[in-house]
């Protein structure tokens, strides 16, 4: 995969906070709502260390969808307001790519897999007490908050550790 462009980075611990998701690949309309709804509530996070970098954490944990965090990472002193949560990252080693405006989603991550299972000295993060549902079980996002929502650019961060 000659076009395929990546780099190995190590992600410090953070902490996020925002809007959690639970629901089927059926259900997955009703995400994008959480995640503008989310974009439009960074205001209310007074401790928010990037307003401009919305998070998306997908962990595949059931066998028919996903839980997503729509999230931006926030310092200790951010209280969680009432209907949000909150999330920490430890630090981790992942794979980062971009994806670009203007192609297919599905393909950008398709590209990803094949180059995890077949080209990489890598395999993905997995918890050992944990039961994960996809080929990239864990699935890290980072958007700009000005994206064309119907066309978005972002990186992409699988968290990967040596075979």
Request: net charge negative.
């Amino acid at each position: 995969m000659k076009d395929f462009q990546y780099e190995i980075v190590t992600i410090p611990a953070y902490r996020g906070v925002g809007l959690k998701w639970d629901g089927s690949y059926v259900e997955v309309s009703s995400l994008g709502k959480l995640v503008e709804n989310m974009r439009i509530r960074v205001g209310e996070l007074e401790h928010v260390v990037n307003p401009d970098i919305q998070l998306g954490l997908s962990y595949h944990l059931r066998p028919d969808g996903f839980v997503h965090y729509s999230v931006f990472e926030v310092s200790y002193d951010q209280p969680i307001p009432a209907d949000m949560v909150e999330i920490h990252v430890p630090e981790m080693t992942c794979m980062l790519t971009h994806h670009e405006k203007g192609q297919d989603i599905g393909e950008t991550y398709k590209k990803v897999a094949q180059w995890v299972k077949e080209e990489s000295d890598f395999t993905p993060f997995m918890e050992s007490d944990v039961t994960y549902y996809d080929a990239l079980p864990i699935k890290h996002e980072h958007y700009p908050v000005d994206r064309d929502m119907n066309d978005p650019h972002f990186d992409i961060l699988i968290p990967v550790v040596k075979k």
